[in-house]
């Protein structure tokens, strides 16, 4: 047991340590070695030399990224220094990363709705002012919460962080932070889906106040064209490339018919459908989605949505497994797209080469995606001695 142990852990190192230099060298932290050689100019498909590893969570606590060895692997770079760290609570709360990995995995066993509830609320929070746990504050005297922010009145899975931060405090009191639950959980209802697993740094704190009218007007609606939905994730940092593979969470979940009823019935008031999608799917979308009296939206995010209080129904993208993010490139190359941001990736010639790619590599997208949620995760974080570590998560300490 104790050797299967070592050997695992060691399969583990060699896929962490391949995830962080190739995350390294994509932003220019190392130097050009020839570990990962540049594939040449005229071939998109030798994109495939750079193949990770994928493998499942583990039943034990993963350390990711080296740590005896961390100083001499990071030699190159240790004049820029890391706000945080691999396996932050190893000493003050050792089995943090483990009782997150457990309850996710029981709560993915029992509810269907984790995995989308957790990528969207990671997003959600990160996007705003950094990943700080901002998201999770309920409305007081003291918090504008950006839960009754418009872009995230449909959020869920707060209860979901609840229960993984009470297990957390049973065990630690006061020692793990908001935010890096929210982060580790995304994490790992990623690879639960079938997604690919990745190491992230911890060590993150949670914000002591919440943006609801930043939330407002820096989240990307879902009726974006691709001008703006680009100018947005470059206001946060994210290239074309990024900015394709992050919109692989689309691959599961439930998308509700108010958010592209639209594109069905009335598209850019035309009383007519979006001639961007395939015929066929909009029949098809008509059986969930009926056609009902609208209530109109500002402007800058028209959609014939109704906002009644009863469950809106929606369309399943069930793309878990080994479909997680490839079919849904597929659908986009074919016009399925259900949101109009979705099928707007191909308005441009630099993000359709990156559906088309990531449609035609699995493991190029499976690595692109690792690696930007990766970044996504370290945005604009909060380290001691700024912020607190929250007893509640939607209340501040």
Same mark, same amino acid.
């Given at each position: 047991m104790a050797i299967c142990s070592r050997i695992w852990n060691f399969?583990?190192?060699?896929?962490?340590?391949?995830i962080y230099l190739e995350f390294a060298k994509q932003h220019k932290l190392v130097m050009k070695e020839k570990l990962f050689p540049e594939?040449?100019?005229?071939?998109?498909?030798?994109? &495939?030399?750079?193949?990770?590893?994928?493998?499942?969570? !583990?039943?034990?606590?993963? +350390?990711?990224?080296?740590?005896? /060895?961390? =100083?001499?692997?990071?030699?190159e770079t240790d004049h820029l220094s890391h706000p945080l760290d691999y396996d932050f609570y190893r000493h003050s709360c050792p089995k943090a990363e483990r009782i997150v990995?457990?309850?996710?995995?029981?709560?993915?066993?029992?509810?269907?709705?984790?995995?989308?509830?957790?990528?969207?609320?990671?997003?959600?929070?990160?996007?705003?002012?950094?990943c700080d746990a901002s998201v999770l504050l309920d409305p007081s005297d003291e918090i504008d919460s950006e839960k009754e922010s418009l872009p995230n009145l449909t959020l869920r899975g707060f209860d979901?962080?609840?229960?993984?931060?009470?297990?957390?405090?049973?065990?630690?009191?006061?020692?793990?932070?908001?935010?890096?639950?929210?982060?580790?959980?995304?994490?790992? &209802?990623?690879?639960?889906?079938?997604?690919?697993?990745? !190491?992230?740094?911890?060590? +993150?704190?949670?914000?002591?106040? /919440?943006? =609801?009218?930043?939330a407002r007007d820096v989240l990307?609606?879902?009726?974006?064209?691709?001008?703006?939905?680009?100018?947005t994730f470059a206001s946060r940092g994210f290239d074309e490339k990024e900015t394709v593979s992050l919109f692989a969470a689309h691959s599961i979940g439930v998308i509700r018919c108010k958010f592209f009823k639209d594109r069905l019935y009335d598209f850019n008031r035309s009383q007519e459908p979006d001639p961007s999608?395939?015929?066929?799917?909009?029949?098809?979308?008509?059986?969930?989605?009926?056609?009902?009296?609208?209530v109109s939206s500002p402007e800058s995010q028209p959609c014939s949505c109704d906002f009644s209080t009863e469950e809106e129904p929606g369309i399943l993208m069930n793309h878990e497994g080994s479909a997680?993010?490839?079919?849904?490139?597929?659908?986009?190359?074919?016009?399925?797209?259900?949101?109009?941001?979705d099928q707007q990736l191909m308005a441009a010639e630099a993000t359709g080469n990156w559906v088309r790619a990531y449609a035609a590599d699995a493991f190029l997208f499976r690595r692109d995606f690792a690696l930007t949620m990766m970044k996504l995760s370290d945005l604009r974080v909060l380290t001691a001695p700024t912020g607190q570590i929250r007893f509640s998560c939607s209340k501040v300490a």
């Open positions: 399969v583990i190192f060699l896929l962490s340590l391949y594939p040449p100019n005229n071939s998109r498909d030798n994109s &495939s030399e750079f193949r990770p590893l994928t493998i499942p969570p !583990p039943p034990f606590p993963i +350390r990711p990224i080296f740590l005896s /060895a961390k =100083s001499q692997l990071l030699e990995r457990t309850v996710v995995q029981h709560l993915h066993r029992v509810r269907p709705d984790v995995a989308p509830a957790l990528l969207r609320l990671i997003f959600h929070d990160c996007f705003v002012q950094g979901l962080i609840d229960i993984i931060k009470s297990k957390l405090e049973e065990e630690c009191p006061g020692i793990v932070s908001c935010a890096d639950v929210l982060v580790l959980a995304a994490r790992d &209802s990623v690879a639960l889906s079938g997604g690919p697993f990745y !190491p992230v740094y911890t060590g +993150r704190r949670d914000s002591v106040a /919440a943006y =609801s009218n930043l990307p609606s879902p009726h974006d064209n691709i001008s703006l939905l680009l100018h999608m395939d015929p066929e799917l909009v029949p098809l979308l008509r059986t969930k989605c009926h056609k009902r009296r609208s997680f993010g490839i079919q849904y490139y597929h659908s986009i190359l074919q016009g399925r797209g259900i949101l109009y941001t």
